[in-house]
């Protein structure tokens, strides 16, 4: 799936670094590494949705599944409306909340 010049490949920097396995942590036993490791795939979970909430609502609210080649300047002013309008549609959900709500 996924192709690597045999430098990259073996650079362990190349590695991605999203989440580890739910399992591998539940096989840990309890120490407070196995709490630190939880508190760090939490927080990179946490910015994980907050960086793809705004995809999908242009995705599912907007109906934008596809890059439509018309020319890249097009692609690109309208990727920055729906993200304006994203924004927006977040913004207002949140208005009801009273502990405040961060839009991206």
Not at 33 to 54: C, F, W
Not at 77 to 102: M, P, S, W
Request: net charge positive; charged share 35%; proline share 3%.
């Amino acid at each position: 799936m996924w192709k690597y010049l045999d430098e990259e490949k073996d650079d362990p920097d190349s590695r991605c670094r999203i989440a580890a396995k739910r399992g591998t942590l539940k096989k840990r036993e309890d120490s407070p590494m196995k709490t630190l490791l939880l508190a760090i795939e939490k927080a990179k979970a946490s910015i994980r949705a907050k960086v793809e909430h705004p995809f999908h609502v242009i995705k599912n609210l907007f109906g934008y599944r596809k890059v439509r080649y018309k020319g890249l300047a097009k692609n690109q002013a309208q990727l920055f409306t729906l993200f304006a309008l994203g924004n927006l549609v977040l913004a207002r959900r949140c208005q009801g909340h009273a502990d405040g709500c961060r839009v991206s």
